[in-house]
């Protein structure tokens, strides 16, 4: 039960960690009210979220591979996405 295939562990964590961006893609989107920009990233955070929660629920040592790349994901995006105030969010491309 613990043993750990790495390229699964591996896709967890990035799979994980795009979700998480792809949150933060999906939250500017709404903070603007782009419906459109905002379904699109809606329907991508469900596609990966949806193959980590698979991978992870077979062994839960994988879950610490999602917090790991959750974590990243959060990060990197926030980091990217950082703009001087008063400027439109990113992600949210005009319809």
């Not at 961006?21 to 990233?41: C, G, H, N």
């Not at 991508?44 to 959750?70: C, K, M, R």
């Not at 990243?72 to 969010?89: D, E, F, K, Q």
């Amino acid at each position: 039960m613990l043993t750990v295939d790495p390229l699964t562990a591996a896709g967890v964590l990035v799979a994980t960690g795009g979700t998480d961006a792809v949150y933060v893609m999906f939250t500017s989107a709404v903070i603007a009210r782009k419906r459109v920009p905002a379904a699109t990233w809606s329907s991508l955070w469900y596609l990966l979220s949806s193959y980590a929660v698979i991978s992870y629920t077979e062994n839960w040592v994988y879950v610490a591979f999602a917090a790991a790349g959750s974590w990243i994901g959060a990060y990197v995006s926030i980091t990217c996405l950082h703009r001087p105030p008063g400027g439109p969010p990113v992600g949210a491309a005009p319809e």
